[in-house]
């Protein structure tokens, strides 16, 4: 699996657009980007995932630049729900269900 | 409907005991995970299985040893438990390696 790098933590304002940044240089072409995140005490939660097209749901949207060694997930109006630890993965879509988890980015949303 | 539970929530036992953590998915998933998530918060898968047959083993002590009946269900047992198995213990299942659901954690602390 293809190693990322994330920042270890962000602060983000109540209301506005919390944009969380993933490296992932070396990603294979069948390498899918799925992003998780866990609240506190929680088991993680599954966000969204990508293979090149940007791609959006009612949780996120996810920008994967044209040559997939970054991406975006974007929380356009943050709430202090948001607060977690946000997984950026890199992984094929078929290799018997192994996701690696790094150490995230914890996000802190603030009123 | 909780789609994947596990029980019990939480576990306090003696070192050398023996103890299991039971996992129950209601969404029709084929694959079943066991992770643990250290002090440290380090998520680390641990089993899977698909449809009943071990398919990961990420070179976990042979204390532990998961059993699944059937597909809906994973069970995790633990041998002589040491003080170094306290950790949250999450399961999770997924269909074609699509999103993970995971549980709400399992926090076993050895004394």
């Known amino acids: 699996d293809a190693k990322t790098t994330q920042p270890p933590s962000m602060d983000c304002a109540e209301g506005r657009a919390a944009n969380l940044p993933c490296n992932h240089s070396t990603i294979s072409g069948n390498e899918y980007v799925y992003w998780y995140r866990q609240i506190h005490s929680q088991g993680p939660q599954y966000i969204i995932h990508g293979l090149k097209n940007n791609e959006t749901n009612e949780m996120a949207s996810l920008i994967i630049t044209e040559d997939r060694k970054s991406s975006t997930l974007i929380l356009p109006h943050a709430t202090l729900r948001d607060t977690a630890v946000y997984y950026c993965i890199a992984a094929l879509y078929n290799q018997g269900g192994k996701l690696i988890f790094g150490q995230g980015t914890e996000l802190s949303v603030k009123p | 409907d909780t789609a994947v539970s596990q029980t019990p929530k939480y576990l306090v036992t003696q070192m050398g005991n023996d103890k299991s953590i039971k996992c129950e998915q209601n969404l029709g998933h084929d694959t079943m995970y066991w992770y643990k998530q250290d002090s440290k918060k380090f998520l680390k898968i641990m089993f899977s299985y698909n449809n009943k047959e071990l398919i990961i083993n990420e070179t976990v002590p042979n204390r532990f040893s998961p059993k699944s009946p059937d597909k809906a269900h994973l069970n995790l047992h633990i041998n002589s438990l040491e003080l170094g198995d306290s950790a949250v213990y999450f399961c999770?299942?997924?269909?074609?390696?699509?999103?993970?659901?995971f549980g709400s954690g399992t926090r076993l602390t050895v004394v």
């Open positions: 999770a299942s997924s269909q074609e390696n699509r999103a993970y659901t």
